[in-house]
């Protein structure tokens, strides 16, 4: 159990486009799913908190009109990568948490590796 | 001060060694804490979560000592598969976590 997907795996896109990532949890809801960022040889960064039915809370620093997150269902957060740069490029890795025991444990995607070129 | 603070390593050790991780936070308010393990270019692993009173996992134990906030990871018996980086996590509050930079492990033969 707690499998989490993600879509696509790896993609390349010419500045000034939108790129989608999707995020899916395949055997369980999700109420509350999270979006990180990983540059090379450095540790995860929580971007924002997705929650299903409701805006999504954005660290600071994070641009909330550039990285546009919607959590439709209980199944399903996209993150919209608006105008991409290539300092944008980076691995993004979604997760989504379960409630075992007294705490919560996050299960990551396999991530989507982003070249703006 | 970082939140989660880990020594970068590499550790560079021989199959079957035992080796330890150490990490420590700063916010006293945390109430979970979390091993992941991330090989290169994948994502986080949940490895295991660190209870107060210590847990152990086949080759591995955790410990958690609130009062110095630290926390550590012991690996016994190598293996070659073990070689990765181990990210101590720690939740900042509700379900909202802080990742460690990691510590790199190589197991070697």
């Known amino acids: 159990g707690a499998v989490v997907s993600q879509h696509p795996s790896w993609v390349i896109c010419k500045s000034g486009t939108s790129v989608k990532i999707e995020c899916r949890s395949l055997d369980f809801q999700a109420t509350t799913m999270f979006w990180y960022r990983q540059f090379p040889k450095q540790s995860l960064m929580l971007m924002a908190t997705?929650?299903?039915?409701?805006?999504?809370?954005?660290e600071q620093g994070v641009e909330k009109d550039k990285f546009l997150i919607n959590h439709a269902s209980l199944t399903l957060s996209t993150l919209t990568v608006t105008s991409a740069h290539p300092e944008d490029s980076s691995f993004y890795i979604c997760?989504?948490?379960?409630?075992?025991?007294?705490?919560?444990?996050?299960?990551f995607g396999p991530g989507t590796r982003l070249t703006v070129t | 001060r970082k939140e989660v603070e880990q020594d970068p390593g590499p550790f560079n050790v021989p199959e079957g060694a035992t080796v330890a991780f150490n990490c420590t936070y700063s916010?006293?308010?945390?109430?979970?804490f979390f091993w992941y393990r991330q090989d290169c270019r994948k994502e986080p692993k949940l490895l295991m979560s660190v209870y107060s009173s210590g847990n152990e996992d086949g080759r591995f134990t955790a410990q958690l000592n609130r009062a110095s906030q630290y926390i550590s990871l012991l690996i016994r018996d190598s293996k070659l598969s073990d070689s990765a980086t181990y990210l101590c996590?720690?939740?900042?509050?509700?379900?909202?976590?802080?990742f460690g930079a990691g510590t790199i492990l190589r197991v070697k033969s």
């Open positions: 916010n006293s308010a945390s109430q979970s």
């Open positions: 997760s989504a948490s379960i409630l075992a025991g007294d705490s919560y444990e996050q299960y």
């Open positions: 996590v720690v939740n900042r509050y509700g379900n909202k976590l802080v």
């Open positions: 997705s929650n299903e039915g409701s805006k999504a809370t954005y």
